[in-house]
């Protein structure tokens, strides 16, 4: 004890003159950015009364040109001192959170190496009083015991040993307390992370990133980085963190926020993820949803199913043989034998379809069919179809254009003959041109232009072409039905959400896309929700990227996952260096949760939940569904009094989530979440589970988990995802018969 008290002595004062520090850089940055903002200001004046405002007079615009790139050079220069403040400031309430003693091989000296959020680095000494936690040497803090360790640093490995590991707990600058670990980082720090309320945004994890999580994030070898980790296992946590680490070191690599993509399942999801950037100093990336992507690659001229819609439609608990024959058709549709009969119809397309005719000008063929046909045929670098089309028009518009002169000559001579148009025979003879060249352009453009819908629709509306293509291909036993009603679906603008990956597909084969040519990163969360067609898009549109996959299989919703998942995204993906990891730990429900939910699941994973003991979950049962909703709402009020932040009550469907609210909103406080809301609060709130997946609450209500409601395979992931989402208090209720998915 004494020789804690002693130590905690030296440590007050490591942290004292620490602090002193940053405040002293404080004042420094601060009256660095005053200069700045007064040289921004002086400039802007000077460019103001020096410049002209408008000019097409060369020497002035590049007089301007120069003034727009001080300006420029002056303005990044404000924002990275305005950022500088800002780590400064954060870090005066906590500027570090654990520290390790290592020696390195062959070197006497031991040093103290204190792990926070940001470098503070002495200039004059060059004495660095806290490495930022994605410094290379920060990685022994979360990888490695007592003991003999090694770092990888842009020098190669360096070995050393470490003689000590602690972790503080600092609250507004006043150490409070410290502990020294000697295998992994404390469990005692982490119990007390894990034993806090959810909060309605996601929030960093630092301080108590776990070795097998330390791996993905700092992983730099691989293309493509799949993870396979159970519900609660810090999946998007380690891909924000991930995304920070990758930021740091893209500086070396010039990798910006800009270059980097979350696809996000859903808006909701997009809000509650977007503070963890922010909070580890980095600026927020783009994040994207499906639904939005197919919006800015196919516009709106489509009526276009949204994902929330086709989940709606296959939650319904009203099984018809058409909802059955969607099902089918959804998974055809999304899987990879789909993309190779697209493949074959976009080469029959190019063989048959096209409408080359013979291309006349002046009464002469200027190029025949055949010549047309063959110059288009001609790909050896692989060019997209409609970009060898493009090119075509462009060779005929060009030859039209060397004869355009003497084709108005003899215009000019035909109205010169005509009556009525002596004194405008100039003008006459070019608008007759121009109607000429009207209707010869759209002749042209009948045979090169390519629209990625129509050829869509000709693969279902075409006798027996589907056949054709799917030759050798299993086909499911309803696909007469499929096609037929498809083509319904086209004919009237409809495009099914499984159409939506097969269409963009199609396009992006036919057209290409520059669309995202800045994206070097792809992080895609909740993987199990996208099928291999959808990935062949992202392959495609994000062709140079490499990738972060992150997903579990268990939680898939819409269709049945297994591993191979994985395996499909890696022939996909065709990186030359692909790795898969798998995260076993849950770190969010309780011990009691994590092991009901596991039951859930017919094949139960091999799963290790963080010791964090807890309530056990509750199933309540009432014959009469009033009696239900009485003992629903006496439940949720007493976890509103016992002052849980965050209160789910989870539904199967967005409509059964609208019903109950009407029966409750008078008597209890309480919101309705149906996808449209910008962001989850706390407090007590309605929403369909498909909402909220990968989102966390203190405690969770599961309406319904009758028979009636929950009785298939799909329903056990369903219920799974929903369970899973509870940190501290679970309850399930229902009224006629039991749920067959519910344990004993
Ligand atoms: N190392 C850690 N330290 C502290 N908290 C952690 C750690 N790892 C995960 N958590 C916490 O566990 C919870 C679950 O994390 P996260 O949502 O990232 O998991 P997930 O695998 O994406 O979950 P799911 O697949 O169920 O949506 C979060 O509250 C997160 O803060």
């Known amino acids: 004890m004494e ?45 103001y009364e020096n410049t002209v405002h408008f000019s097409t007079d060369f020497t002035r615009m590049t007089e301007i040109n120069q003034y727009l790139s001080l300006h420029q050079g002056q303005t990044t220069s404000y924002d990275s001192t305005f950022k500088q403040i800002i780590k400064y400031k954060k870090m005066l309430s906590a500027p570090y959170f654990g520290r390790f003693d290592f020696t390195e091989e062959e070197l006497e000296e031991e040093e103290k190496i204190y792990i926070g959020l940001h470098n503070v680095v002495d200039a004059e000494t060059y004495d660095i009083l806290v490495y930022d936690w994605r410094a290379p040497i920060s ?6 015991e007592l003991g003999p360790a090694s770092y990888r640093s842009p020098q190669g490995i360096i070995k050393g040993k470490v003689s000590l590991k602690r972790q503080y707990k600092i609250h507004q600058g006043e150490l409070q307390y410290y502990f020294d670990s000697s295998l992994k980082i404390d469990d005692e720090m982490l119990q007390q992370v894990l034993s806090q309320n959810a909060s309605p945004r996601m929030r960093n994890i630092v301080e108590t990133i776990q070795k097998e999580q330390n791996q993905v994030i700092r992983d730099l070898d691989n293309e493509l980085l799949l993870v396979q980790g159970v519900a609660g296992s810090g999946k998007t946590s380690i891909a924000l963190h991930r995304i920070a680490y990758l930021l740091y070191h893209g500086m070396i690599e010039n990798l910006y926020s800009n270059n980097i993509l979350i696809l996000s399942p859903n808006e909701i999801f997009s809000q509650y993820i977007s503070g963890v950037l922010p909070e580890l100093g980095e600026e927020n990336v783009q994040q994207i949803t499906f639904d939005a992507l197919v919006k800015k690659l196919l516009g709106d001229q489509l009526k276009v199913e949204k994902r929330q819609l086709w989940l709606e439609t296959l939650m319904a608990c009203n099984p018809s043989k058409k909802l059955e024959r969607r099902k089918t058709a959804s998974v055809f549709k999304g899987s990879r034998f789909f993309a190779q009969i697209l493949e074959r119809l976009i080469l029959t397309y190019e063989r048959k379809y096209i409408p080359f005719e013979d291309v006349y000008y002046d009464g002469q063929v200027i190029a025949t069919k055949q010549l ?16 060898r089309l493009k090119r075509i028009e462009n060779i005929l518009l060009d030859r039209i254009h060397e004869q355009r002169k003497l084709r108005i000559g003899k215009i000019e001579k035909l109205v010169q003959q005509m009556d009525g148009h002596e004194l405008e025979i100039k003008a006459f003879s070019r608008l007759l041109s121009m109607k000429e060249s009207s209707v010869r352009l759209k002749k042209i453009r009948k045979m090169t232009e390519v629209s990625a819908f129509e050829v869509y629709r000709l693969l279902f509306t075409e006798n027996g072409l589907f056949e054709k293509l799917a030759k050798e291909i299993d086909l499911p036993g309803e696909i007469k039905e499929i096609i037929e009603e498809t083509k319904e679906n086209l004919d009237r603008g409809y495009l099914a959400y499984e159409d939506c990956a097969p269409l963009l597909f199609l396009k992006l084969k036919l057209e290409g896309s520059d669309e995202f040519r800045e994206i070097k990163q792809v992080v895609i969360d909740e993987a199990q929700d996208y099928t291999p067609m959808q990935y062949e898009v992202f392959h495609l549109l994000f062709r140079d990227s490499r990738w972060t996959v992150l997903g579990d299989i268990y939680q898939s919703i819409d269709r049945e996952g297994d591993l191979s998942l994985y395996q499909t995204i890696v022939e996909i993906m065709a990186k030359q260096k692909a790795v898969q990891l798998f995260l076993n730990k849950s770190y969010r429900s309780s011990h009691e949760i994590s092991s009901f939910a596991q039951k859930l699941l017919r094949c139960p994973q091999e799963h290790i939940h963080f010791e964090r ?3 056990r979950p509750a199933i309540i049962y009432e014959e009469r569904r009033l009696e239900l909703i009485a003992a629903m709402i006496s439940r949720i009020k007493e976890l509103q009094e016992e002052k849980w932040g965050t209160i789910a009550l989870l539904c199967k469907t967005a409509a059964e989530s609208e019903n109950l609210y009407h029966q409750l909103k008078d008597v209890l406080d309480l919101k309705l979440i149906l996808g449209n809301e910008e962001a989850v609060e706390t407090g007590t709130m309605i929403l369909p589970v498909y909402l909220a997946k990968g989102l966390e609450f203190d405690a969770v209500v599961v309406y319904n988990v009758s028979a009636d409601n929950y009785n298939n395979a799909a329903d056990r992931r369903l219920l799974y995802v929903a369970c899973t989402r509870a940190l501290h208090r679970l309850i399930l209720c229902y009224t006629g018969s039991r749920s067959p998915i519910l344990p004993d």
Do not use: H, V
């Not at 990685?139 to 490695?144: A, E, K, R, V």
């Not at 047309?372 to 970009?387: E, V, Y």
């Open 3 to 47: 020789r804690y008290e002693e130590n905690l002595e030296r440590e007050k004062e490591y942290l004292k003159k620490t602090l002193a520090f940053i405040r002293g850089e404080l004042d420094r940055e601060a009256e660095k950015l005053t200069d700045k903002k007064n040289e921004l200001l002086a400039l802007r004046k000077e460019m």
């Open 139 to 144: 990685s022994i803090f979360y990888q490695s």
């Open 372 to 387: 047309l046909k063959n110059q288009f045929l001609q790909n050896k670098i692989g060019r997209p179809m409609a970009k």
């Open 613 to 615: 003991k807890g309530t």
